[in-house]
């Protein structure tokens, strides 16, 4: 009887630490260049000091051009807790998607670091926003997310 009472611990503790895919939404104020259709980041929890990535699909309106960004901003309580800036066709390149990038690639994916400076098991509003090299927002994602030491 106890085998069978320590298994349901085990499955309860499993259940109660899977963590879902964070909804992710359109944070763009106006319009974009590129229309997403799904965005995800894997794996899930993020893990603290090591590499995560986002993979998305969608319709560009126009190519991604040299000098695009992305910038990551993460709030909890109201301030800012996590920041990461980085030059988009540096990532998109690393993936076999160098600039400029034809409206023909629908679907993408980049990896970064997770800096060891992220806040550990808290809920953090993350917004990833992305800009063209032309100065046009590319897409806006938020999303609430939570890191952990893996």
Same mark, same amino acid.
């Given at each position: 009887?106890?085998?069978?009472?320590?298994?349901?611990?085990?499955?309860?503790?499993?259940?109660?630490?899977?963590? +879902?895919?964070?909804?992710?939404?359109?944070?763009?104020?106006?319009?974009?260049?590129?229309?997403? %259709?799904?965005?995800?980041? +894997?794996?899930?929890?993020?893990?603290?000091?090591?590499?995560?990535?986002?993979?998305?699909?969608? %319709?560009?309106? %126009?190519?991604?051009?040299?000098?695009?960004?992305?910038?990551?901003?993460?709030?909890?309580?109201?301030? *800012?807790?996590?920041?990461?800036?980085?030059?988009?066709?540096?990532?998109?390149?690393?993936?076999?998607?160098?600039?400029?990038?034809?409206?023909?690639?629908?679907?993408?994916? *980049?990896?970064?670091?997770?800096?060891?400076?992220?806040?550990?098991?808290?809920?953090?509003?993350?917004?990833?926003?992305?800009?063209?090299?032309?100065?046009?927002?590319?897409?806006?994602?938020?999303? %609430? *997310?939570?890191?952990?030491?893996?």
């Amino acid at each position: 009887m106890k085998f069978f009472a320590a298994i349901a611990a085990l499955v309860v503790a499993a259940v109660a630490n899977a963590q +879902t895919q964070p909804t992710w939404s359109n944070c763009a104020t106006g319009s974009t260049d590129l229309t997403i %259709t799904t965005f995800s980041v +894997t794996p899930y929890p993020l893990c603290i000091g090591q590499n995560v990535c986002a993979s998305g699909t969608g %319709t560009l309106s %126009t190519p991604v051009v040299a000098g695009a960004k992305l910038a990551i901003t993460g709030r909890y309580g109201g301030r *800012v807790v996590y920041t990461d800036n980085q030059d988009l066709c540096s990532l998109t390149g690393g993936q076999g998607h160098p600039c400029p990038i034809p409206i023909t690639v629908t679907s993408i994916t *980049v990896c970064l670091l997770v800096k060891t400076t992220a806040p550990a098991n808290v809920p953090v509003a993350l917004t990833v926003l992305a800009t063209n090299g032309n100065g046009n927002v590319l897409f806006c994602q938020a999303a %609430t *997310v939570t890191a952990k030491v893996c």
